[in-house]
């Protein structure tokens, strides 16, 4: 359940209330399966993560720190 538009190969998030392109806080709930690999010592590494699936929960403007304020712009040199 989130109001932000997920960005496409031909789109990029802006912020509606000052322009920003650039910078946002994503605030991210993610279903990762993790191989974990633990060495002799217990030691442990993960070697592979899948996402299974990701939801974003409202992402922040770092200019203005609107939430939410967020709209789909064509990237420059997209095909329209
Ligand atoms: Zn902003």
Known sequence: M???PQPTDGTRWRCTLC?????F??????KVVEYVHLD???ESTVEEREVVSET???V???WCNAVDQIELVDRP???S
């Open 2 to 4: 989130t109001t932000v």
């Open 19 to 23: 322009g920003n392109l650039t910078r």
């Open 25 to 30: 806080d994503v605030t991210r709930t993610s």
């Open 40 to 42: 002799l010592a217990g």
């Open 56 to 58: 974003i929960e409202s």
């Open 60 to 62: 922040r403007c770092r």
């Open 77 to 79: 040199g997209a095909d």
